[in-house]
């Protein structure tokens, strides 16, 4: 079992950066790939970005060049660095972790909030 704690969300001005950070806790071993998914109000639940243990990374096509996904496989975090955030970013950020030995079972963290707004 992998527990999972998301911190870094807030209200942030358009233009403005915020960093996401999620930490696994739970048998190192068993977590492979990791990444956050966003949903907005009325919308599906969707890829932001993830990041493989050996530092693969894919990014949806909307937050290229703005955000940055890394990992710590020690420490089994990984963090979102999002920079020039725009209205339509506002969503429910979720950490989610795929198993390195189980798959496909994975873990989700409970949402932290990131408001883009004025």
């Known amino acids: 079992q992998v527990h999972i704690v998301e911190s870094g969300g807030g209200l942030v001005p358009p233009g403005g950066s915020l960093r996401l950070s999620c930490s696994a806790s739970g048998d190192g071993d068993s977590i492979g790939t990791m990444g956050w998914y966003r949903q907005a109000p009325g919308q599906e639940r969707k890829l932001v970005a993830r990041?493989?243990?050996?530092?693969?990374?894919n990014y949806h096509y909307s937050v290229k060049g703005r955000f940055t996904i890394s990992r710590d496989n020690a420490n089994n975090t990984v963090h979102l660095q999002m920079n020039n955030l725009k209205s339509e970013d506002t969503a429910v950020y979720y950490c989610?972790?795929?198993?390195?030995?189980?798959?496909?079972?994975?873990?989700w963290g409970r949402g932290t909030q990131v408001t883009v707004s004025s």
């Open positions: 989610h972790v795929l198993s390195a030995v189980n798959y496909p079972e994975d873990w």
């Open positions: 990041i493989s243990r050996a530092g693969t990374t």
